[in-house]
């Protein structure tokens, strides 16, 4: 069984919709993230999120909304999408992200492959 | 500057075989975690193995084990015994203990095994 859960899997949006991602995971992780990936490409770090507060936001465009309405929850709220924003957004989560957490394993969900027409 | 290095875009093994992946880093945090992940064309990013800049011993997971070569910074993961389900993107990642939050990831090696 997944671990961290992602829906949808398959999202299609035009660029004046409004859509959230989901993602949830009930392992106990504080840690959770928001990764964006292009095709053929590594993930690249979009939010992190500790104890429910939003601890990096790697200048994402403002289009891109995070919110942690809980330590099991995290949605990435989508509007005015640009066809170039398509691409697989991952979430993960991880038991903590402070100093001295290298060891800590980012346990990734199946991710949501977004599609901006 | 990149911090993780990949140098075989794509790989090619023969089942059954045994075949290294090549990563190499850079970092002067002297305190550091080294990541291998697997991505099939599901796309689901899973964990294979971990190795602690700390840890003495190189990690063995089942058929995977990491060459970690400290001094020359580089973290080499060998899949023994190839499996035509190993076709697969795979990507090595490291976390700096004191250093952000955030896993920096390589270019990724696509594998392909062959029958």
């Known amino acids: 069984d997944t671990e961290v859960t992602q829906t949808p899997k398959h999202l299609v949006m035009g660029m004046t919709n409004k859509k959230s991602l989901k993602c949830e995971q009930h392992m106990g992780h504080r840690a959770m993230y928001w990764y964006k990936q292009k095709a053929k490409k590594p993930p690249e770090l979009m939010f992190v999120y500790s104890y429910e507060k939003l601890s990096i936001n790697e200048s994402v465009p403002s289009r891109f909304s995070p919110e942690c309405p809980n330590s099991s929850l995290l949605n990435l709220h989508l509007h005015a999408l640009q066809p170039e924003d398509s691409a697989l957004y991952l979430c993960a989560s991880s038991q903590e992200t402070h100093r001295g957490s290298g060891a800590n394993v980012l346990t990734f969900g199946a991710g949501s492959r977004l599609t901006v027409l | 500057a990149q911090k993780i290095t990949q140098t075989q875009p794509g790989m090619f093994v023969q089942e059954k075989e045994a075949v290294t992946l090549d990563c190499t880093y850079d970092t002067s945090d002297p305190s550091y975690g080294l990541f291998w992940y697997k991505q099939p064309s599901s796309g689901e990013m899973i964990f294979l193995i971990y190795q602690g800049s700390y840890d003495q011993q190189n990690a063995t997971e089942g058929r995977y084990s990491l060459n970690f070569q400290k001094a020359r910074k580089s973290a080499n993961l060998v899949i023994s015994a190839s499996q035509l389900g190993d076709s697969a993107m795979y990507f090595c990642?490291?976390?700096?203990?004191?250093?952000?939050?955030?896993?920096?990831f390589g270019p990724g090696t696509r594998l392909s095994v062959l029958p």
């Open positions: 990642a490291m976390r700096e203990n004191n250093y952000g939050q955030n896993f920096v």
